[in-house]
């Protein structure tokens, strides 16, 4: 049944008659400034297909389709998710945990600070490297004979809580959460030797 014209109604009025199936009703979407984006309503483009905005069938509801992911104003992008016309790639904003923006390619370069060495005294826990708020790369590899140990924070320990590293094996802290602790190391034998590189 077709969908009658001027009845005032916000909610009738999110609708519209579909051109392609006439008299099956279809959700209206329009641009910000409430041109129609074109496309016949209430159809969805085929995977990986280029949108054409004013050809192609409509984007999902509550997207926009736009080159520019700050083209709205600051109070307009609230509740608007934004998505390239081309590509249907979603706009994001990452954030840290105090609210400032991230980028996926923020990273720093430099050189990585060695803190390479062996164990002190058996069976007694040492310093490895010392608290860095500015860590951002952690790199421990056990080159001894033995297993050794580390822990974040507080004094390692042959057993769990602490971080068991058999021969060979090595440890690497990179990403989206670095702990910025101090780092302690145990292993049974005076002279155990371990590499170690810290970014940051």
Known sequence: MP???????????????????PGVPALRITNPDGTNIGGSGGTSMTDNTAYVQGASSLTPTGFLGDDAADALG?????GVARMNRTTRVIFVQLKDNAGADQSPGDR???????????????????????????????????????????????????????VKLTPGDAFVMEGLFIDNEAVHIIGATTGSKFVAKEGG
């Open 108 to 162: 720093t370069a430099g050189a990585l600070t060695n803190r390479s060495g062996s164990i002190t005294t058996g069976g007694t826990s040492q310093q490895l490297a010392a608290a860095n708020a500015t860590r951002r790369y952690l790199f421990i590899q056990n080159i001894a004979t033995e297993d050794l140990w580390f822990n974040f924070g507080v004094a390692a320990v042959a057993d769990q809580p602490s």
């Open 74 to 78: 600051a109070n307009e992008r609230i």
């Open 3 to 21: 969908i009658s014209d001027n009845v005032g109604d916000r909610e009738h009025d999110k609708f519209i008659e579909s051109v392609s199936t």
